[in-house]
């Protein structure tokens, strides 16, 4: 009895360490077993490992930082399930990756409470429903990966906050801009000045890319791929002044016009792809100017005109595709000097003359 009672009076006036509501400690407890709860675990990976013997700080996929859980990390492992929204009460977090863990329904709101989050990884799953605006909040986020998902609806304008977002994700969704329009996503982060990688393909991103727009990305922008998606209109010239692109990817789309002569800017430029667009006219005689390009993708298009002999210039093309157009004239046999080239597809075509005896010369 006098031991009950002793036991009732420590609890009431001095609270035992690790279990007072205010600890922040124990809301990350209770938000990673509310987590937990959520998840039908079928290879009971967490349930054989998450338990209560064991401080949290030890479960497998958590790190923590002084007791506070800074990292939640169980990429492939089968989760099945939802999202707790108390995950948003994890407020020293700055990693989240679930990614390929079997994840369904919404992304939950109070993801965008998590104001340390750096790097937010959620890609293949089956999340569906749209991408929450609070996301927008993460002005520390420099990676955001939802790719292979079932996310619909336009891109939240909030998403403007992304200061920090160095890499951003979103393939193979049903994602689209506000009345579908791409430029409304371009605009929105055009706040992001370190946006490096920006990967939209296989989306619903229907309008024409906009002069404006494409000027005001990144120009630390590096990978810009778009294919896949409903692109119409003419490439603007202002694609030239992204200089630092290695990779641009906008085949698959309803592109029209020509290759732009500004696009020859493009120095640095090692994976260029139009294929299967509307896309005519000549290609470029400056084409040279793409010196580090190593993929070289025009195929299934309208491109007409002979192909050009500066293509010599091209010394680290490895892959050349330019089936499917309307070339003639002869193929210039220096195109089989290039040291680097390993494969080169011209069929379907208007070309004329016997292939040249430098054909030899490929690997
Ligand atoms: C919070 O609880 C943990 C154990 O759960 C304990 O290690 C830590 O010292 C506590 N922090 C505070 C400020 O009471
Ligand atoms: C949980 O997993 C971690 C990491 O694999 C391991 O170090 C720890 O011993 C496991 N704990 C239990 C209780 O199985
Ligand atoms: C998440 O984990 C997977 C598997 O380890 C890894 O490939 C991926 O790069 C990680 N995501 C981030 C953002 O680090
Ligand atoms: C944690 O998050 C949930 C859901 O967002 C909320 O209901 C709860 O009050 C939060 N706070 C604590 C301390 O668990
Ligand atoms: C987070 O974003 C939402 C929607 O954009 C906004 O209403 C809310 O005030 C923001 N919360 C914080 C803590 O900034
Ligand atoms: C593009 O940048 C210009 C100049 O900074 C600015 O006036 C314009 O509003 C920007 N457009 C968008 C869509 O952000
Ligand atoms: C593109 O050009 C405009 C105007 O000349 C400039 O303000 C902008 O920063 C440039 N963008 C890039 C990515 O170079
Ligand atoms: C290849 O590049 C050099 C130097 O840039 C240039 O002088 C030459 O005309 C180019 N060759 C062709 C066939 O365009």
């Known amino acids: 009895m006098a031991l009950v009672s002793l036991l009732i009076a420590l609890s ?21 077993l509310a987590f937990k709860a959520q998840l039908s675990d079928p290879d009971n990976i967490l349930a054989g490992n998450w338990t209560a013997g064991t401080p949290f700080c030890q479960w497998v996929g958590v790190s923590c930082h002084r007791q506070r859980v800074t990292a939640l990390e169980l990429p492939n492992i089968p989760l099945k399930g939802e999202l707790s929204p108390h995950l948003g009460n994890i407020s020293f977090l700055s990693v989240l990756n679930l990614t390929n863990t079997g994840l369904t329904g919404l992304v939950p709101n109070g993801i965008g409470r998590l104001g ?28 955001l990966d939802l790719q292979f998902n079932q996310l619909s609806g336009p891109i939240p304008v909030e998403l403007k906050g992304l200061r920090s977002l160095g890499s951003m994700n979103l393939r193979r969704n049903y994602l689209t801009g506000t009345e579908g329009d791409i430029n409304y996503l371009l605009s929105t982060i055009s706040n992001s000045r370190k946006l490096y990688n920006l990967g939209i393909h296989f989306n619903y991103f229907t309008g024409r890319l906009q002069h404006n727009m494409v000027g005001n990305l990144s120009s630390q922008l ?29 085949s698959g789309n309803q592109l029209h016009g020509t290759i732009t002569e500004s696009i020859m800017t493009m120095g640095n430029n090692q994976y260029l792809d139009f294929e299967k667009n509307s896309m005519s006219g000549y290609i470029p005689a400056n084409i040279g100017v793409l010196k580090n390009v190593q993929k070289l993708y025009l195929a299934s298009n309208k491109f007409s005109g002979s192909i050009s002999m500066a293509i010599v210039n091209l010394t680290k093309l490895e892959n050349q595709r330019l089936y499917d157009n309307q070339l003639e004239s002869t193929v210039p046999p220096s195109l089989f000097h290039i040291d680097s080239l390993i494969r080169v597809d011209l069929s379907q075509n208007f070309l004329n003359g016997a292939l040249p005896v430098d054909v030899g010369n490929m690997k």
């Open 12 to 32: 009431t006036v001095a609270p035992i360490p690790g279990t007072s509501k205010s600890n922040g400690s124990n809301i990350d407890l209770a938000a990673l």
């Open 116 to 143: 340390r989050l750096e790097l937010l990884d959620l890609g293949r799953n089956a999340l569906s429903g749209g991408i929450p605006a609070t996301i927008g909040n993460l002005t520390r986020l420099k990676l």
């Open 222 to 250: 590096q990978v810009f791929i778009a294919d896949g998606n409903k692109l119409t209109g003419e490439l603007p010239a202002m694609i030239s002044n992204l200089t630092g692109l290695k990779v641009l990817v906008l």
